[in-house]
Nanobody
Framework: QVQLVESGGGLVQPGGSLRLSCAAS????????MAWYRQAPGKQRELVAG???????NYADSVKGRFTISRDNAKNTVYLQMNSLKPEDTAVYYC?????????WGKGTLVTVSS
């Protein structure tokens, strides 16, 4: 079992920044992937950014150039630095961990971009 604890969400004005963190604990595999997804009201959950333990990174087109995903493998933690936030970035952001053939999800953290 893997437990994921997210933090860092909140209310921010358009153009502002937030940094999300997700710490994984439990049965961590050395080869794994961690990612951030988001789900806006009335919309499907979508991939925001992903990172593998091998160093592969990918982003949704809508966040390229604004968001940065990074990892601290020693702490089993993944971060999402979000800059130049827009109202359309408002959503619940979920952390996902994939390892050992299983995937696990955090409970989500709400990001609201509004003036």
């Amino acid at each position: 079992q893997v437990q994921l604890v997210e933090s860092g969400g909140g209310l921010v004005q358009p153009g502002g920044s937030l940094r999300l963190s997700c710490a994984a604990s439990g049965s961590i595999f050395s080869i794994n992937a961690m990612a951030w997804y988001r789900q806006a009201p009335g919309k499907q959950r979508e991939l925001v950014a992903g990172s593998t333990s091998g160093g592969t990174i990918n982003y949704a087109d809508s966040v390229k150039g604004r968001f940065t995903i990074s990892r601290d493998n020693a702490k089993n933690t993944v971060y999402l630095q979000m800059n130049s936030l827009k109202p359309e970035d408002t959503a619940v952001y979920y952390c996902m961990y994939v390892g050992g053939g299983m995937d696990y999800w955090g409970k989500g953290t709400l990001v609201t971009v509004s003036s």
